[in-house]
Structure formats: structure tokens, C-alpha cells
């Protein structure tokens, strides 16, 4: 018997507000992966394109258990270099896929797409139908593999956000079985991966 999955989605004034003294939710998505049927659906906006930013380490962990660069919870363990993002403190030493997916690590996230390369990370992106599925980066820069879902080419809309997640949820996506059961492994994604 199937569980009934809800996907939450919920973009706010982080996105779309030019400040963070006019905090309003721009959209939130309430959708019944079950059924597909929509619970709740607030905000104008959940039909444009905006960056994926973090949302996209889920792709990525996918991108990464199926080809093959992430091995299990804790490898591989790459260690922190100088040059690397380091917004955060945490960033700033070894990190595993664990770490990685709970912390929001970009350095990592950058390497595993360096490691893919363009042409199979374009791949995916296009596979997984991920919106816009742009991951050239900014125009004129050679940046995709490590700019592209941040700020930058690669746009989704909550709207197709769900509809991702409704597949991956279902296991409908172009990847191993190994792939699905890491990334559900190795995160609280808030949605449960069954088959």
C-alpha cells in the first residue's frame, strides 16, 4: 500500500522581495503526490522561473549515487580548500554526502558537477525535465558546472518544482534504484522515496 506523500513548497521574500522589510510569501504550494491533486496553492508567482538554489542538491544527489562519484553516506569525504565557498562556518573543513545534503555545502556541490562534466550534467537536467534545464551558467562565463542553480541559468517554477518532486517521489526519474534509496538515505528531505 502506497503512503499518501504531501509536497510542501514554499517560496518567500528570500527570492522574490527587493527587501527584507516587505516579507511576503510569493508562493506556497500544498500538492497531494498521491492523487496530484493541489491542497493549496497561495501567491501569484508559482507558475514563473526562479533559481533552484539549494533545492537542487536533491538532482545532484541523484546525479551523483547514479553515475557513480557518491558511494554511500560518507564517501567520498573531500576535504576544504582555500577558494572554496565559505559562507558558512561548518563548510570550512572535510565534508561527506551527509553533511553535504544536511548543510547546503556549494563547494561540494560544485565539485560533484565538476566531476559529472557539462555534457552529462546537461544530461540529467534534461532527463529529469528539471525546468528550464539551462545549465550553461551566466552568459559568456564558462561557469555552468559551478554557477548554474545558483542565481544564474538553470530556473524552475514551484509549480514544476512539485512536479519533479512528484516524480521522484515516485521513483520516476532515469536513475538506479541505488541512487534513490542514497538520496532519501542520506537527507531528511521531507518526502519519503517509495516505490
Same mark, same amino acid.
Do not use: N
Given at each position: 500500500m502506497k503512503r499518501r506523500i504531501i509536497h510542501v513548497l514554499a517560496v518567500s521574500e528570500l *527570492?522574490?522581495? %527587493? /527587501?527584507? /522589510?516587505?516579507?511576503?510569501?510569493?508562493? *506556497?504550494? #500544498? =500538492?497531494?503526490?498521491? @492523487?496530484? &491533486? !493541489?491542497l493549496k496553492q497561495e501567491g501569484a508567482v508559482c507558475d514563473q522561473r526562479i533559481t533552484p538554489a539549494s533545492t537542487f542538491k536533491l538532482d545532484l544527489a541523484l546525479m551523483g549515487y547514479d553515475?557513480? +562519484?557518491?558511494?554511500? =553516506?560518507? #564517501?567520498?569525504? #573531500?576535504?576544504?580548500h582555500e577558494g572554496y565557498a565559505d559562507w558558512m562556518p561548518n563548510w570550512k573543513q572535510p565534508?561527506?554526502? %551527509?553533511?553535504? *545534503?544536511?548543510? /547546503?555545502?556549494?563547494? +561540494?556541490?560544485?565539485?560533484?558537477? =565538476?566531476?559529472?562534466?557539462m555534457e552529462r550534467f546537461q544530461r540529467y537536467a534534461g532527463a529529469f525535465h528539471y525546468g528550464n534545464a539551462d545549465? @550553461?551558467?551566466? &552568459?559568456?562565463k564558462n561557469n555552468g558546472l559551478t554557477r548554474a542553480w545558483l542565481s544564474s541559468s538553470l530556473r524552475i517554477s514551484p509549480l514544476e518544482q512539485a512536479a519533479f518532486l512528484r516524480k521522484l517521489a515516485r521513483r520516476e526519474l532515469s536513475v538506479s534504484a541505488c541512487?534513490?534509496?542514497?538520496?532519501?538515505? !542520506?537527507g531528511d528531505m521531507g518526502v519519503s522515496i517509495s516505490g
Open positions: *527570492l522574490f522581495c %527587493a /527587501s527584507l /522589510s516587505h516579507a511576503e510569501t510569493s508562493c *506556497l504550494l #500544498l =500538492e497531494d503526490a498521491a @492523487s496530484t &491533486k !493541489i553515475a557513480g +562519484y557518491l558511494v554511500d =553516506e560518507h #564517501l567520498p569525504q #573531500l576535504p576544504f565534508v561527506d554526502p %551527509a553533511a553535504w *545534503l544536511r548543510d /547546503s555545502v556549494v563547494w +561540494y556541490s560544485q565539485r560533484l558537477t =565538476e566531476w559529472l562534466g545549465v @550553461s551558467g551566466d &552568459k559568456g541512487a534513490f534509496d542514497m538520496t532519501e538515505r !542520506i
